[in-house]
């Protein structure tokens, strides 16, 4: 048991930056980014190879610039080119495919058998005893957390809040919101790319396919934390992210080690918690709709 539960916490904070990264571009800038799936794939894949290179530390802020340039890249589209931010995520993440296997040296996968990663090099040096893989995503997950809170308190960081808010009105105070979106969807895209980074070196392995569904798992986490913790404020909702993904983890090991629900269903549940969160506010209305016309019906009889 105290197995399962170390695993579930550190997946839970080494996918944690995916949830954040979402809660910046999905709740904050109000876009849905489809660049989430591939913009994994890159971090882990440009992580693997410069750690395969003998470079691990360095493996990471290269991860993070590769998704900040595939956040630029989704951003200009959208802002520059007019495309919809839905379709300009599409194409980018259409895209990141071919750039993906170029990063892993055209191959569909690629391994770190024998390779120093930081999680070894943590163990070799005796941080953290057995527990040293969570103690490294916690500190790396936290420190982003940290970094994202601090930022959405600064000048830049309130006027993407005011972007997602409203863009007219940003527009109206001399403000650029095609400057504050790049910004937004490259920090973004830098957080999943960190996420990938450090996943792709924990696990020792990248495949090209790893990528699918991470934004539905994200956006899972995120709306699960939310459900949890609320959405009242700005710190509030980076510590959903956490959390949700931390829940989120912990339910896939409990599905995985009980069998309640067959792994392979695993992904419809989550698209359905998905679905069935994003629409809660319409179920309850009407909900709160069928009770008023009952009630109403119910005067009217007497």
Known sequence: MLIITQTALELGFLYAPVALALFLSYRILDIADLTTDG????????????TAAGHPFLAIPAAMLAGACAGLITAFLQTHLGVPSIL?????NTGLYTVNLMAMGWKANQSLLGSDT????????????????????????????????????????????????????????????????????????AMTGLA?????????????????????IGLACLIIGETVLGRRSMTRGVLAALVGSLIYRFIYAVVFYTKIVPVECLKLLTAIIVAL??????IR?????????????GKGGN
């Not at 300009?88 to 980018?92: D, E, L, R, S």
């Open 39 to 50: 913009c994994f794939v890159l971090g882990a894949a440009v992580s693997v190879s410069l």
């Open 88 to 92: 300009a995520g599409i194409v980018t």
């Open 118 to 189: 930081v999680f070894t090099l943590a163990r070799d040096a005796g941080i953290g005893g057995t527990w040293y893989e969570l103690l490294l995503a916690v500190i790396v997950t936290g420190l982003a957390a940290v970094l994202l809170r601090l930022f959405l308190g600064t000048h830049l960081g309130l006027s993407l809040r005011a972007t997602g808010d409203n863009p007219d009105m940003v527009r109206a105070s001399s403000l650029n919101p095609a400057f504050t979106i790049s910004v937004g969807l490259c920090l973004a895209n």
């Open 196 to 216: 990938g980074a450090m996943v792709g070196q924990y696990q020792k392995t990248v495949d090209i396919n790893s990528g699918t569904g991470i934004v539905v």
């Open 277 to 282: 969160a994003i629409a809660a506010p319409s």
């Open 285 to 297: 209305r009407w909900a709160a709709f069928q009770r008023r016309k009952a009630a109403a019906k």
